[in-house]
């Protein structure tokens, strides 16, 4: 198996007079031209708008829904993994009456075949007192994800979680060398979305993809400025603020390396302040 990954990061772009289903349909035509790529990332919440609250109820799907089929097919279609990004989902119907509102900001992780391999549910929610915290519930597990044609862990967070630097130091301890955070962040914080990534990837000596969305919508100018950090910080593909294709192939045997010439990580004491 290579030690090598084509990375293909999608900054998807999209405004109010879009609808869902067309943009569903202009994006899977979007991952099916990505031959020869073995991980394609989309951003948050790009079905349904990062910041298009009032509509989540409305757009909401199970994870069977239309958005998670069009992906698979397209999927399939490329042969390679693909993280969609993520949907509101609303708890299936099928499912035992759900506690707390029902609704997740869910990343969803396909294999090639087109079968769901890892499920996010965003953990920490934005918007203080409006927003996602209102409308969603937040998610309770940790989740990491082998990427079997590339012999390496991922780990799953999304957009806000990239400000809660203890939660990727459980995610490097589950064994994840890349971390990949699909976002929706605002281009009046795109500063932080920058410099926080490569603190990330800094931090925990690997490497950090991150997908953020493109256009305005909901009164709300996105950032763009995706981008792939390289486990000493450095950025290695950076995109603008309209929507652009990231390709890059990254060396994954990058992440031992550095460890073993600069190896802060086996300096960490854990035992501090336990009784």
């Known amino acids: 198996m290579s030690n090598r990954l084509d990375v293909r990061v999608l900054q998807v772009a999209y405004g109010d007079l879009e609808d869902t289903e067309a943009r569903v349909a202009r994006v899977a035509a979007l991952v099916k031209e990505q031959k020869g790529a ?35 097919a397209a999927a399939r279609s490329v042969g390679a993994t693909l993280h969609m990004g993520s949907i509101i989902e609303r708890a299936a ?11 997740w900001n869910t990343s969803v992780v396909l294999g090639p075949d087109g079968s769901i391999i890892a499920r996010y549910r965003k953990i920490h929610r934005f918007g203080f007192d409006v927003g996602e915290p209102t409308i969603i519930d937040a998610g309770d597990e940790l989740v990491s994800v082998d990427l079997e044609s590339a012999r390496i862990r991922a780990g799953l967070a999304t957009c806000y ?13 589950q064994g994840a ?12 914080r795109a500063a932080h979305w920058k410099i926080l990534g ?7 000596q690997c490497f950090v993809i991150q997908c953020n969305t493109a256009g305005t919508h909901s009164g709300t100018t996105m950032g763009g400025h995706s ?5 000493d910080g450095t950025v290695l593909a950076e995109a603008g603020q309209d929507e652009e294709v990231l390709s890059i192939v990254v060396d994954l045997d990058d992440v031992a390396l550095h460890r073993s010439r600069f190896p802060v990580l086996r300096d960490r004491r854990l035992t501090i302040g336990v009784a």
């Open 177 to 188: 060398k890349i971390m990949v955070v699909p976002a929706a962040w605002p281009l009046s």
């Open 38 to 72: 073995d991980l394609i990332v989309l951003p948050e919440l790009w079905p349904h708008g990062g910041f298009a609250f009032d509509q989540w109820p409305e757009l909401a799907e199970e994870l069977d829904g239309p958005t998670v089929q069009a992906m698979s």
């Open 227 to 231: 981008q792939v950090i390289a486990p």
């Open 161 to 173: 979680d990239l400000r809660f630097p203890e939660m990727f130091r459980m995610l490097l301890d």
């Open 198 to 204: 490569q603190a990330r990837a800094v931090e925990n």
């Open 93 to 103: 119907a099928s499912a035992s009456p759900a506690t707390g509102k029902g609704m």
